[in-house]
């Protein structure tokens, strides 16, 4: 049960305000929206311990057994705690909100259904603006955001915005969504259904197949000493279709790519960087492979590598000796911060997690991480000369964690805490003091399991600060 009063977050650029609440029966309007609780039924067991309270969503003619007004103004960016009562009489209510934005009216249902309505449906026919709300039972706290198009949402930020700048959702072993072992298995869905719902940090590891044959492209899809899938190979190659295809579509968007090297082979670093240099990333793909933090004008429609690995001799000298692509060879292993050698990448990648309670340590890592991203500012336009010498490091911070030996700290297990844990914290504690607001990249498992891309919507969201620092 929530507290007994309603706060709301303003998360957009724009003021914001409460101008109507209706309040309805849920018992009453499940009777005549039995489909509708049908298809949520499954999920609904499957996601008791999740942030949102899934259940039957309301239908448009449902019928209010109360109404008031209301007249709550939400500066942005601020968080106000109403006098409106959740529930009158059981906390199987709902509430309906109508929310005003410079004159457009908005509607929203809390407790809010994923599926159906964290996408707030607007009451005018021509509508501006486009509002997502994400709604914290536990707390009775509802957090409103800009609603990028999650395909194309980098196309509304400048070009001259550093990267790394950014609020990026990512996913850990992006491409372990087949079937396989609860301990490999790490996504819901495809590689291209994460970049269609706004995820552009993929991570990658791979396995040269024939590494001592230079004729040979082919990179198999592992995830540690395991194939990611348990019916046959999966290939690097099918992958980048996807993402070609993606891009292709929307050429607004930048995708990175962080790749490393791992399985049984005995295959070598400078091999990897070989055969992708000659076979993938070569100078008339659409890979960006120079080896400083880029602009959004830079990399828009490509891919952006980011290494972990090392490279052989040749590939040191390219760009005037500089070396290839984003370098995360120095990568440190299971730490809750640390900065790669070339102070490009700050990461936090705890992950062994010999104990379930050691959930509650990954959670407070992930938490300090978006605080230490959270606070920088980063250039807003084009480097002058005296910041072109400084690094602007991309805040790189892995939500995954887990344990082989131990069920519960599978994989899905731990996305089932850690995932909702930063969604609470994004919307009612994210503060980016004196910095940009920035969240990183937070790269997460489990990404949209049973149609849930909150965690997503609200990284996104969070650059709605930065994009109106931009434009003043």
């Not at 609904?44 to 969503?57: D, Q, V, Y």
């Not at 072992?181 to 995820?199: D, I, T």
């Not at 070609?244 to 295959?267: H, M, Q, W, Y």
């Not at 991480?369 to 790189?396: M, T």
């Given at each position: 049960?929530?507290?007994?009063?309603?706060?709301?977050r303003?998360?957009?650029?724009?003021?914001?305000?409460?101008?109507?609440?209706?309040?309805?029966?849920?018992?009453?309007?499940?009777?005549?929206?039995?489909?509708?609780?049908?298809?949520?039924f499954?999920?609904?067991?499957?996601?008791?311990?999740?942030?949102?309270?899934?259940?039957?969503?309301?239908s448009?003619?449902?019928?209010?057994?109360d109404?008031?007004?209301?007249?709550?103004?939400?500066?942005?960016?601020?968080?106000?705690?109403?006098?409106?009562?959740?529930?009158?009489?059981?906390?199987?209510?709902?509430?309906?909100?109508?929310?005003?934005?410079?004159?457009?009216?908005?509607?929203?249902?809390?407790?809010?259904?994923?599926?159906?309505?964290?996408?707030?449906?607007?009451?005018?026919?021509?509508?501006?603006?486009?509002?997502?709300?994400?709604?914290?039972?536990?707390?009775?706290?509802?957090?409103?955001f800009?609603?990028?198009?999650?395909?194309?949402?980098?196309?509304?930020?400048?070009?001259?915005?550093l990267?790394?700048?950014?609020?990026?959702?990512?996913?850990?072993?992006?491409?372990?969504?087949?079937?396989?072992?609860?301990?490999?298995?790490?996504?819901?869905?495809?590689?291209?259904?994460?970049?269609?719902?706004?995820?552009?940090?993929?991570?990658?590891?791979?396995?040269?197949?024939?590494?001592?044959?230079?004729?040979?492209?082919?990179l198999?899809?592992?995830h540690?000493?395991?194939?990611?899938?348990?019916?046959?190979?999966?290939?690097?190659?099918?992958?980048?279709?996807?993402?070609?295809?993606?891009?292709?579509?929307?050429?607004?968007?930048?995708?990175?790519?962080?790749?490393?090297?791992?399985?049984?082979?005995?295959?070598?670093?400078?091999q990897?960087?070989?055969?992708?240099?000659?076979?993938?990333?070569?100078?008339?793909?659409?890979w960006?492979?120079?080896?400083?933090?880029?602009?959004?004008?830079?990399?828009?429609?490509?891919?952006?590598?980011?290494?972990?690995?090392?490279?052989?001799?040749?590939?040191?000298?390219?760009?005037n000796?500089?070396?290839?692509?984003?370098?995360?060879?120095?990568?440190?292993?299971?730490?809750?911060?640390?900065?790669?050698?070339?102070?490009?990448?700050?990461?936090?990648?705890?992950?062994?997690?010999?104990?379930?309670?050691?959930?509650g340590?990954?959670?407070?890592?992930?938490?300090?991480?978006?605080?230490?991203?959270?606070?920088?500012?980063?250039?807003?336009?084009?480097l002058?000369?005296?910041?072109?010498d400084?690094?602007?490091?991309?805040?790189?911070?892995?939500?995954?964690?887990?344990?082989?030996?131990?069920?519960?700290?599978?994989?899905?297990?731990?996305?089932?805490?850690?995932?909702?844990?930063?969604?609470?914290?994004?919307?009612?504690?994210?503060?980016?003091?004196?910095?940009?607001?920035?969240?990183?990249?937070?790269?997460?498992?489990?990404?949209?399991?049973?149609?849930?891309w909150?965690?997503?919507?609200?990284?996104?969201?969070?650059?709605?600060?930065?994009?109106?620092?931009?434009?003043?």
């Amino acid at each position: 049960m929530g507290a007994d009063f309603l706060s709301i977050r303003n998360l957009t650029s724009t003021p914001i305000e409460l101008k109507f609440v209706e309040r309805f029966s849920l018992q009453e309007e499940s009777r005549g929206n039995i489909l509708t609780l049908a298809k949520n039924f499954s999920r609904l067991l499957a996601n008791s311990t999740r942030t949102n309270n899934i259940e039957g969503g309301l239908s448009n003619d449902a019928i209010p057994f109360d109404q008031e007004q209301a007249n709550v103004r939400i500066e942005p960016f601020t968080t106000v705690s109403t006098q409106i009562r959740v529930f009158s009489y059981s906390d199987k209510e709902r509430l309906g909100l109508t929310i005003e934005v410079e004159g457009e009216k908005h509607h929203v249902q809390i407790p809010v259904t994923t599926l159906e309505s964290a996408i707030m449906r607007p009451l005018n026919e021509v509508a501006r603006f486009k509002l997502v709300g994400v709604y914290i039972t536990q707390e009775s706290h509802l957090a409103i955001f800009s609603a990028a198009n999650p395909n194309a949402w980098m196309r509304e930020l400048g070009d001259d915005l550093l990267l790394s700048a950014l609020s990026i959702p990512g996913t850990h072993n992006s491409p372990t969504c087949r079937l396989a072992a609860p301990s490999v298995r790490c996504q819901a869905v495809s590689p291209r259904e994460q970049l269609e719902n706004g995820v552009r940090f993929l991570d990658i590891r791979v396995q040269p197949q024939y590494p001592d044959d230079p004729t040979r492209d082919e990179l198999l899809l592992v995830h540690g000493a395991f194939p990611i899938s348990l019916t046959g190979n999966s290939y690097f190659r099918e992958l980048l279709l996807e993402l070609d295809e993606f891009l292709e579509c929307n050429p607004s968007e930048a995708v990175i790519i962080s790749l490393k090297r791992e399985g049984t082979g005995r295959s070598t670093d400078e091999q990897l960087g070989r055969i992708l240099c000659e076979h993938y990333a070569h100078p008339h793909s659409r890979w960006y492979t120079v080896p400083k933090i880029p602009t959004m004008g830079e990399v828009r429609g490509k891919i952006v590598l980011l290494r972990r690995f090392d490279i052989p001799e040749s590939l040191k000298k390219e760009h005037n000796g500089r070396g290839w692509a984003i370098d995360g060879s120095g990568w440190a292993d299971n730490s809750p911060n640390a900065t790669c050698t070339n102070a490009d990448i700050c990461i936090q990648d705890f992950y062994e997690l010999p104990q379930t309670q050691n959930i509650g340590k990954k959670i407070q890592f992930v938490m300090e991480h978006i605080e230490r991203a959270s606070a920088n500012r980063y250039p807003l336009g084009i480097l002058s000369p005296a910041d072109s010498d400084k690094h602007y490091p991309f805040y790189i911070n892995f939500l995954s964690a887990g344990n082989f030996w131990k069920v519960k700290t599978w994989p899905e297990g731990v996305a089932a805490k850690v995932n909702p844990a930063t969604v609470d914290y994004l919307c009612r504690k994210h503060d980016g003091k004196d910095g940009d607001w920035s969240t990183g990249i937070l790269v997460t498992d489990w990404a949209g399991q049973d149609g849930d891309w909150d965690l997503m919507r609200c990284i996104v969201g969070m650059n709605a600060k930065l994009k109106m620092m931009y434009d003043t």
